[in-house]
């Protein structure tokens, strides 16, 4: 029996895979769009949305702490487990396959795997489409401990679903969701230590970035290990033990953060001549992935990272529908949501140098160099740092950490992207007062 035949088939609804079904509807291509899980995907669900909602009301406990004349904020954890739900949809996705349908967009529920070109199995059907685009993202890493499995772990998944707080947790990993749960958590009263195997948080980051993610950590009350490996996970009681070469710590819970890998098993890439990595499958500066295959988000391990999802998930529309798309990740935000915020764009200095730019970097302390922090709170913190490229007088990088740094970190992304000169940049005009205007101050320090 021949099976429905489609324009586009996207396999994977998460942001991704939304964007690419819902832009190339609203171009008139009959698509089917297949989800095994819930239509809006981890992010929505069970990572970015769940775990910056939770991150929120501790942050906003501490900032009126931190403000002049307030005292006395609390945290709710019902109430804010309330809003939480509401804000995860509850887990449930009917509303937005709804949504779909109306719009002409067909929904499979189920597990996909490719049976040639331009053929996917769903359940007991088979479907056809002239393009198919994978966008199935990622999932938690987890690492060959002795006893985890038995001993039983969280993921993030756990972590930003969870019913009450734990009285205690260890967290594995010292990423950026690693980071993220140890602080959301402690905020919520829980003890928390953080196992990191590298001498650094961050390590993709310059050095003094985790340098000040690692202070504020351990001002929180966060028992952060550095250069240290848990080897084995027993269980004691309701407890788990994690021990490593110094010894061990006991808490409630045990979290992986490790780490993602992308989500390809099962698929039956090999059918459409697809062979993919360890990190993802290749895909080219048009998203392509094979012939009529496209491939979008965490799945191809380009950037793992949700606005690079959707940005990939244009890219690969524009390329379907005939129009001229290049993917360029040169000036990709990438942001922590602790508090302080952390967020850095471009290379850093020692990619720069790596690639034989003639850097030359400002550090900027904010608090000895403009306004807004101290009309912000009463023990201002923060830092900027700027990288420039001193032949081509044009911004390569730059990070931040401090209040609201995801918000104006995209004056260096676009300075980046549009390689505008530092003499416009210099002669652009902030509002006053703002965290922006730092960036004129460390920008007029620059020796060129």
């Known amino acids: ?9 996207v396999i994977g609804a998460g942001p991704a895979g939304e964007v690419v079904a819902s832009r190339l509807g609203e171009h008139g291509l009959s698509t089917a769009l297949i989800e095994q899980e819930l239509v809006g995907g981890e992010c ?14 501790g942050e906003a406990r501490v900032h009126a702490e931190r403000s002049p004349g307030t005292w006395g904020a609390q945290t709710h954890w019902s109430d804010v487990a309330e809003y939480r739900d509401h804000m995860i949809r509850n887990l449930d996705d009917e509303d937005e396959i709804e949504g779909y349908e109306e719009q002409g967009i067909r929904v499979f529920k189920g597990r996909a795997s490719l049976q040639g070109p331009g053929r996917v199995r769903v359940g007991r059907r088979t479907i056809h489409g002239d393009r198919l685009v994978i966008a199935t993202g990622s999932e938690a890493d987890i690492p060959p401990i002795d006893g985890l499995a038995a001993s039983g772990y ?10 009450q707080v734990p009285d205690s947790a260890i967290v594995l990993g010292g990423g950026p969701v690693g980071i993220e749960l140890a602080q959301m958590l402690r905020r919520f009263g829980a003890e928390v230590d953080l196992f990191e195997s590298s001498d650094s948080l961050l390590e993709r980051e310059d050095p003094r970035v985790g340098e000040l993610i690692l202070a504020a950590l351990r001002d929180d009350g966060i028992g952060v290990h550095l250069g240290t490996a848990v080897v084995a996970v027993t269980r004691d009681g309701d407890y788990r033990v994690a021990h490593h070469a110094d010894g061990q710590v006991q808490a409630r819970q045990v979290i992986v953060a490790v780490g993602r890998k992308p989500r390809v098993e099962g698929l039956a890439l090999e ?5 993919p990595t360890p990190t993802g499958i ?5 998203c392509r992935a094979a012939e009529g295959v496209w491939a979008v988000g965490d799945v191809t391990g380009e950037m793992p990272f949700t606005h690079v999802a959707m940005y990939q998930g244009r890219i690969a529309v524009a390329d ?4 001229t798309a290049r993917a360029n990740y040169q000036a990709v935000p990438r942001v922590l949501f602790t508090d302080p915020e952390v967020a850095a764009v471009g290379m850093t200095e020692r990619e720069a140098r790596e690639a034989s730019v003639d850097v030359q970097t400002v550090h900027l302390p904010l608090r000895d ?3 807004r922090p101290w009309t912000y709170e009463t023990d201002p913190r923060g830092e900027l740092a700027v990288i420039a490229d001193a032949r081509r007088k044009t911004l390569v990088g730059a990070w931040a950490v401090g209040p609201l740094v995801s918000e104006w970190i995209h004056y260096a992304a676009l300075a980046i992207k549009a390689e505008l000169p530092l003499s416009l940049l210099r002669d652009t005009v ?13 920008i007029e320090r620059l020796d060129l």
């Not at 929505?44 to 009301?57: D, E, F, G, Q, V």
């Not at 969280?154 to 019913?163: K, P």
């Open 1 to 9: 029996m021949t099976g429905e035949r489609f324009d586009a088939i």
């Open 44 to 57: 929505a669900y069970w990572a970015c949305i769940p775990s910056k909602t939770l991150l929120r009301p």
């Open 154 to 163: 969280w993921t993030n998944r756990e972590a930003t679903t969870l019913i």
């Open 271 to 275: 059918s459409v001549g697809i062979d």
């Open 282 to 286: 290749p895909v080219d500066e048009r």
């Open 320 to 323: 379907i529908v005939g129009e």
């Open 369 to 371: 160099s403009i306004a």
């Open 430 to 442: 902030a509002q006053f007062p703002t965290y922006t205007e730092a960036y004129l101050k460390a």
